[in-house]
């Protein structure tokens, strides 16, 4: 069979090997995806959805802007739903010291060429967040953010791959690598596949993979952890977060409310699953009642987690293999990668097949935390 | 006082009163958890506190636990009511809300019984204003003397006979039976009669029902089909059929029931293993003999194991309690074999009764799996058969895969409502078993949880500092879905 002797074998089926699959199918290559649950089952399919450029660590920063160029468009690009909605994303600042943090990280930013923070007042801020606490003091907002649904992009992605193409592949996993010669052979758990490139976006679990491909990193796995409300009046436009506080939310158009804040459960890798740490998830809770005392009254509905991969520095591995030749990776997003996907899968297929990318990748090289000298 | 407890008892139904009431009198330390104000769970509801001048007239099955909870009430058990219970860990630990707060308790051993619901009956118009389960009026009407008027009544199922009857006792008028029990149900259903006649004083019991509601004259229709509930805003009219021949019957108030099937939120937030129960046509956490499920420390019992009935329910209480006191060093296995062997006895013969009751009132293909694009699935989402359709299309193969593309389960009552039709459904368009197919991953809170009293979570009072009165803020309607 065709699918099994791919130019390109992506390993895993989240939001950047979709994206990946997309952008190299589209380009004329050969591709097959292999996902061991089903695409779109862990990460990419129960995140926030958050589509934020705000705060990007700065050396994110440039892919992070082409990414939300792309986002607006998106759905127009793959001829799908991915539910994006622009809405501004702002950061609330509690007390001063949060708003010295934001005149600090203004200055970086400018000094950088950046412009797109804003920082508002009070005033402004209510107008944009008439429901927030009086105890805000302002904020900084960046218009050009939103969300998306994470479930309905991923599965966009994939569509368009698969009318260019490319072959998905579930309940697939992997069980060994190898080289032989100039082709990698990889066993899984219903084939073999011979291909000439590997791309490793396996997210919780690539770590694994890129020891099989001859790579060690540093990566470990956690479980974000998340809560939704029943449908509430409408109260909040843009997507809110807060500067120092874990706090971060956002109502949808049918009125619930998405609560968040990076509070991390229990990943429980070997098995597939999360549990929840409920009294963390409680913190994210009194946070948003805090910030907006209408939300006193929210019911929370459900209570989830997923496993994410997260880097020491909380930055992705984006770019080649040091070990092995015609191995690429695009993991580690650190629960802040489902916004990047567009621009990465664009990354990884012009990496794949011109060896080049407009972008400068040397933070997110996989090597970054090998100690050159003991 | 502490909050730590042998035994933690979910559900103060007759499976959760007989464990209580077996486990407490060796000594063990057992607390019983249940989100009413009262024990004897939805079948005793309120029968030591009826808000009927009467409450003979809803028959000796329901005044019969009256002992039952007498001999609760006196259990050294401690008791917790209008204790709402979110979420059961997998490692015994137990979070519940009372009195707007959090609370939390840990067990050795955790019993969950928290019995049944009815199952959905997706039919055009079932989530129309007015639409209700024959359930939801039997319990307006044990816990607040609430009834309805000219109701239409339309299913299959001894609680239909049983809700119509005790209504006509009370001298209330109904508009029509409409039976979708299918002619040959009776003629199948011969074939395990035998079984049935060591319990024939139940199965007579089910006649006489059938009889009383007749001699009434409520107009019966039988082997109905093709069932229709008209309306703009609300229920106006039922139409169905009857041997080819089109019936219609304008009415406000529309009562569906066909079974019931047992409560999953809380024993697949767990994640305990659970299989499809094809005599039964639902899903049923896997247990073994004394109700372990497969997290050892944590057993089923009642109508949660998979539909059992009331006596059924009291006799698995007690057996899960005598494995639960084993497993906790009270009883030797011999002692625990002696006490549990008359109970297995009784539940066999049970067991044969159930077999005849579950094949002549199985609820058929096209009342369980909807047939018309139109008919909505996912109550809270408003999801119909279509949009499904067409989510499994685009790849939505799984349960959860289909929530994710079409929101079908969504919804605040955690796709109670939905699950069992969404398997049966999948099931079909995969040409698969039901077993293949699955059911939602589910998640803690079981319910709604207010933000602000989470948000005090980590503030949690420790459970000695309360009073054990029961709390004021009971919902009537409660565990009744409204179907």
């Known amino acids: 069979m065709n699918h099994l002797t791919p130019d390109v074998l992506i390993v895993g089926g989240g939001i950047h090997g979709c994206s990946a699959a997309y952008h190299l199918a589209r380009a004329g290559v050969k591709v097959t995806v292999l996902e061991k649950d089903w695409v779109s089952r862990h990460a990419s399919g129960v995140n926030a959805g958050g589509v934020r450029l705000l705060g990007r660590d700065l050396a994110e920063v440039p892919l992070s802007k082409v990414a939300m160029n792309l986002w607006q468009n998106l759905d127009d690009e793959l001829d799908a739903d991915t539910g994006f909605r622009r809405r501004s994303l702002i950061n609330i600042a509690a007390d001063e010291q949060d708003m010295n943090t934001l005149y600090a990280r203004r200055e970086k930013m400018h000094a950088a060429g950046y412009q797109h923070e804003i920082i508002i007042d009070q005033q402004e801020l209510r107008e944009r967040l008439p429901h927030v606490s009086d105890q805000c003091v302002g904020g900084v907002v960046s218009e050009s953010d939103g969300y998306a649904i994470p479930y309905q992009s991923t599965k966009a992605f994939r569509r368009a791959a698969e009318r260019n193409g490319a072959v998905f592949v579930e309940g697939e996993a992997v069980d060994s690598i190898r080289k032989v010669g100039a082709h990698w052979q990889v066993k899984a758990s219903k084939n073999s596949y011979q291909s000439e490139h590997l791309l490793n976006c396996a997210g919780a679990w690539a770590d694994?993979?890129?020891?099989?491909?001859?790579?060690?990193?540093?990566?470990?796995?956690?479980?974000?952890?998340?809560?939704?409300?029943?449908?509430?009046?409408?109260?909040?436009?843009?997507?809110?977060?807060?500067?120092?506080?874990?706090?971060?939310?956002?109502?949808?158009?049918?009125?619930?409310?998405?609560?968040?804040?990076?509070?991390?459960?229990?990943?429980?890798?070997?098995?597939?699953?999360t549990r929840l740490d409920y009294k963390k998830l409680a913190i994210g809770a009194k946070n948003a009642a805090e910030f907006f005392p209408i939300m006193k009254k929210a019911s929370v509905n459900r209570m989830w987690s997923g496993l994410e991969a997260y880097m020491p520095d909380n930055l992705p591995v984006i770019g080649e293999s040091v070990n092995a030749d015609n191995a690429w990776h695009a993991f580690g997003f650190s629960a802040h990668g489902f916004q990047l996907a567009p621009v990465v899968g664009r990354v990884m297929a012009d990496l794949i097949t011109t060896g080049k990318s407009d972008f400068d990748l040397q933070a997110f090289r996989i090597d970054r935390f090998e100690r050159k000298v003991l | 006082m502490s909050s730590t407890f042998d035994i933690a008892i979910i559900g103060a139904g007759p499976a959760g009163m007989a464990a209580a009431v077996t486990a407490s009198k060796t000594g063990v330390s057992v607390v019983v958890l249940d989100e009413k104000s009262s024990a004897g769970g939805q079948i005793y509801r309120k029968v030591t506190s009826s808000p009927l001048e009467n409450p003979e007239i809803l028959g000796p099955d329901y005044i019969k636990g009256k002992a039952l909870v007498e001999q609760f009430d006196d259990c050294s058990a401690e008791k917790y009511y209008g204790a709402s219970v979110w979420h059961v860990g997998d490692n015994g630990e137990v979070l519940f809300s009372r009195d707007g707060q959090t609370h939390s308790l840990t067990a050795k051993e955790v019993l969950i019984c928290c019995g049944a619901m009815e199952r959905p009956f997706p039919v055009p118009g079932w989530h129309l204003p007015g639409v209700m389960s024959a359930g939801s009026a039997q319990v307006m009407l044990k816990a607040d003397g609430i009834v309805r008027e000219n109701a239409v009544f339309v299913g299959t199922g001894p609680l239909i006979y049983l809700v119509i009857a005790q209504y006509l006792r009370l001298g209330i008028k109904v508009k029509a039976l409409v039976d979708t029990t299918p002619n040959s149900a009776y003629i199948e259903?011969?074939?395990?009669?035998?079984?049935?006649?060591?319990?024939?004083?139940?199965?007579?019991?089910?006649?006489?029902?059938?009889?009383?509601?007749?001699?009434?004259?409520?107009?019966?229709?039988?082997?109905?089909?093709?069932?229709?509930?008209?309306?703009?805003?609300?229920?106006?009219?039922?139409?169905?059929?009857?041997?080819g021949k089109q019936h219609r019957l304008d009415t406000d108030h529309i009562f569906l029931h066909q079974g019931v099937v047992p409560h999953l939120n809380l024993t697949r937030a767990i994640g305990l293993d659970h299989e499809w129960d094809k005599q039964q046509l639902c899903w049923r956490p896997v247990h073994n003999d004394y109700g372990q499920s497969s997290v050892e420390w944590i057993s089923v019992a009642g109508d949660n194991t998979g539909i059992v009935g009331a006596d059924g329910a009291e006799m698995t209480g007690k057996l899960v309690a005598l494995s639960q006191l084993n497993r906790l060093g009270v009883i030797t296995n011999a002692e625990q074999a002696v006490r549990s062997e008359p109970l297995n006895r009784q539940l066999h013969s049970l067991n044969r009764f159930r077999k005849f009751i579950d094949s002549m009132y199985q609820p058929i293909v096209e009342h369980r799996i909807?047939?018309?694009?139109?008919?909505?699935?996912?109550?809270?989402?408003?999801?119909?058969?279509?949009?499904?359709k067409k989510g499994f299309e685009q790849?939505?193969?799984?349960?959860?895969?289909?929530?994710?593309?079409?929101?079908?389960?969504?919804?605040?009552?955690?796709?109670?409502?939905?699950?069992?039709?969404?398997?049966?459904?999948?099931?079909?368009?995969?040409?698969?078993?039901?077993?293949?197919?699955?059911?939602?991953?589910?998640?803690?809170?079981?319910?709604?949880?207010?933000?602000?009293?989470?948000?005090?979570?980590?503030?949690?009072?420790?459970?000695?500092?309360?009073?054990?009165?029961?709390?004021?803020?009971?919902?009537?309607?409660?565990?009744?879905?409204?179907?």
Not at chain 2, 237 to 243: D, H, L, N, R, S
Request: aromatic share 6%; charged share 20%; with cysteine.
């Open chain 1, 208 to 273: 694994k993979i890129s020891v099989m491909i001859g790579d060690n990193v540093p990566l470990t796995h956690s479980a974000p952890m998340l809560m939704i409300t029943t449908r509430m009046p409408h109260f909040a436009t843009p997507v809110v977060g807060a500067v120092s506080r874990p706090l971060s939310f956002k109502q949808f158009e049918n009125g619930t409310v998405l609560i968040g804040g990076g509070s991390k459960g229990f990943a429980d890798r070997a098995n597939n699953r």
């Open chain 2, 189 to 243: 259903s011969m074939t395990k009669f035998p079984g049935a006649i060591p319990q024939s004083s139940m199965l007579f019991k089910g006649l006489s029902l059938f009889n009383e509601i007749r001699k009434a004259g409520v107009p019966v229709f039988r082997s109905a089909r093709d069932i229709k509930i008209e309306g703009a805003e609300q229920a106006e009219a039922i139409e169905f059929t009857t041997g």
């Open chain 2, 370 to 388: 909807p047939q018309d694009e139109t008919t909505v699935v996912c109550r809270c989402e408003e999801r119909t058969v279509a949009e499904l």
């Open chain 2, 395 to 483: 790849g939505g193969q799984g349960p959860n895969e289909l929530k994710g593309l079409t929101r079908c389960g969504m919804g605040p009552c955690q796709g109670r409502q939905c699950g069992h039709t969404v398997s049966e459904l999948l099931a079909g368009w995969r040409g698969e078993g039901v077993e293949q197919v699955g059911y939602y991953r589910l998640r803690s809170p079981m319910r709604l949880l207010n933000l602000q009293e989470f948000g005090q979570f980590s503030e949690i009072k420790p459970i000695n500092a309360m009073t054990g009165e029961p709390s004021a803020s009971e919902e009537p309607s409660a565990k009744g879905e409204v179907v």
